[in-house]
């Protein structure tokens, strides 16, 4: 058995503990604590829904959700994290984009982690994992953005006419 073998094995049994440990707060009908979570609520947030329209389980958004935000949120603040993952369920959401979350991740060109295999090189931290069930449990600290960049990164013009909505981090969210 080589050893790049056991380390993969070795990170998917980890990533599986990890998710499946922190994630279980954010079963429907669980809460959130105030002052772990969401500061910004001032209070608990009913998880009432996870993400709709896509036929793969809770667990497999989470953590497929939780690769994108490592791979394009890395070093922003929880709040930018859970940003990215609402920008993504919110293009789930529009008629604009593709109506499931691995829809919208695969969308050729979409987020530079997927294009580039970022997303499978490294293994979500636990405050990924939190912010992608903040996200799917309905928190969009973007009000609707349907994108968001770096401005330090050389981005396509176009980008620029959208509405922006705010700044989080080092990252603009748009619609």
């Not at 503990?17 to 079963?27: D, E, H, N, P, T």
């Not at 009908?29 to 709709?52: C, H, N, W």
């Not at 497999?60 to 930018?80: H, M, S, T, Y």
């Amino acid at each position: 058995m080589d050893l790049s073998f056991r380390r993969k094995t070795c990170f998917k049994i980890v990533g599986s503990l990890l998710a499946l440990s922190f994630v279980l707060i954010a079963v429907p009908g669980s809460t959130f604590p105030k002052d772990d979570f969401l500061p910004f609520y001032g209070g608990e947030l009913q998880i009432t829904r996870v993400a709709e329209a896509s036929p793969e389980s809770y667990w497999d958004n989470l953590w497929l959700l939780a690769r994108v935000i490592q791979g394009e949120a890395e070093g922003e603040p929880f709040l930018g994290k859970v940003a990215v993952g609402a920008v993504l369920l919110n293009r789930m959401r529009s008629a604009s984009f593709p109506n499931t979350l691995a829809g919208v991740i695969f969308q050729p060109l979409a987020f530079e982690s997927v294009a580039n295999g970022l997303i499978w090189w490294r293994t979500p931290s636990l405050e990924s994992i939190r912010a992608a069930a903040a996200a799917l449990s309905g928190w969009d600290p973007t009000y609707g953005a349907l994108y968001f960049w770096n401005p330090a990164k050389p981005v396509n013009p176009w980008i620029w006419t959208r509405l922006i909505v705010t700044q989080i981090g080092r990252h603009i969210f748009a619609r």
